[in-house]
């Protein structure tokens, strides 16, 4: 194979990954208006689906255009050599092989990221706005901005180093280093991102004493679960929407509770939603997840180390110097057709497991709390009821809300 047959077959397989998600996007979109499902009746008043219709055929105009915007962005970096000015930008300033990857990525990122504001801060201020989401001051989004670039300057950068250096003492063996660092990484921040992580953009506190707590507190005794974790995070300094989520291990396992869901829900669906949320704990999700995602992740090295360090990988993006750096961009697009495979199974084994939340909720609390909770964050976050089959299959980590109903209303 020549450098010029990589090329276009990375073209070709940018442009049929944008083909796909676009047939499946107009798929998707053609069922927007259908009649909602009989027992959906009662999540939207005529009013409120036609503003839920609005949002999402708004969303999907502004989507086709950024993916469209992204994607002649990114054609252009490869038939215009953007690759090979960036290369030899960076090696302008060093010869050291692990900052020239630094810099590299670090131009990469950072033009990436101010190309990609403007469309961020219209989907922010313009369209979450307009249909009532957005509470994100002007402010708090420059500062997510700048702990976004901090945090991953410190994290990515300092991951990426290391894994270069690996590279560069180990050479073809250094995914086998480069595994062991991130899977420690990862259970690290499962077990303290909620402590280390979430303080620098939300302020979080102890769910005060009261009905909720105690509710809380006698479902956790029942199922024989320990929390002395249970937190409410500031979400609605940002959005309207509401959301829980389950985290670390052990003494270090904390249930986070959005301060919008405590105020859409109410307490008997507070406690359904966080019955689901034990489920997951309970049935070993958590920890499948995490296992899987270290297995996937050695897999995915793995492969690097075989292709990485090939003089192909550099000359069909450009480059005359073979570098780590280059060989990464050149996998990431080949892996993609992979990871789009491994992705659906994961998305299959996630939404199974949502039905066996939402069963172990069923079965140690009740199910119509869980039923009408859902019902009514779809209302408040103007979900689609009836997405296309094929949408969800590819895309969906959840059943859809219909879906889950059935299942809950099963004898």
């Not at 208006?33 to 219709?53: F, G, H, N, R, T």
Request: no cysteine.
């Amino acid at each position: 194979m020549t450098p010029t047959i990589l090329f276009y077959i990375l073209i070709a397989i940018l442009l049929v990954n944008f083909i796909i998600d676009k047939i499946l996007d107009s798929l998707n979109t053609k069922h927007f208006d259908d009649a909602i499902p009989s027992e959906l009746a009662d999540v939207y008043e005529k009013e409120e689906y036609e503003k839920s219709q609005a949002y999402k055929k708004t969303n999907a105009r502004f989507s086709n255009l950024t993916s469209l915007f992204s994607l002649l962005l990114t054609l252009g970096f490869f038939f215009f050599d953007g690759f090979k000015f960036v290369d030899e930008l960076a090696r302008s300033y060093t010869q050291n092989s692990i900052l020239i990857t630094l810099i590299f990525f670090g131009i990469i990122m950072i033009g990436s990221d101010l190309i990609n504001t403007p469309f961020t801060y219209y989907k922010t201020f313009v369209i979450e706005e307009e249909f009532g989401f957005n509470k994100t001051t002007k402010k708090t989004f420059v500062l997510d901005k700048m702990k976004g670039l901090l945090m991953t300057v410190v994290l990515g950068g300092g991951i990426l180093a290391l894994i270069v250096w690996f590279y560069q003492f180990a050479g073809n063996q250094f995914w086998i280093y480069a595994w062991v660092l991130v899977a420690v990484f990862s259970v690290f921040m499962n077990m303290f991102y909620s402590k280390l992580i979430v303080p620098l953009f939300n302020k979080q506190k102890p769910l005060e004493n009261g009905e909720l707590k105690t509710a809380i507190q006698n479902y956790a005794k029942t199922v024989g679960f320990e929390l002395n974790n249970i937190f409410v995070i500031d979400g609605s300094k940002r959005s309207t929407k509401a959301n829980a989520y389950f985290s670390g291990f052990g003494k270090q396992k904390r249930i986070t509770l959005y301060d919008t869901l405590i105020n859409d829900l109410e307490t008997d669906e507070i406690v359904a939603v966080l019955a689901h949320e034990v489920g997951h704990y309970k049935r070993k999700h958590i920890v499948f997840n995490l296992s899987s995602s270290i297995l996937l992740t050695g897999f995915t090295l793995w492969l690097l180390s075989l292709f990485v360090s090939l003089p192909i990988f550099s000359e069909a993006l450009g480059v005359a110097i073979p570098s780590f750096h280059i060989g990464l961009i050149a996998f990431g697009i080949l892996y993609s057709p992979i990871s789009e495979i491994t992705g659906l199974f994961m998305n299959i084994m996630s939404r199974k497991f949502e039905y066996q939340a939402d069963n172990y909720a069923k079965e140690t609390f009740a199910a119509e709390p869980l039923i009408t909770s859902l019902k009514k964050l779809s209302k408040n976050s103007l979900s689609n009821l009836t997405p296309h089959a094929a949408y969800v299959f590819m895309h969906y980590s959840h059943p859809t809300l219909l879906q889950r109903v059935r299942n809950l209303n099963k004898k």
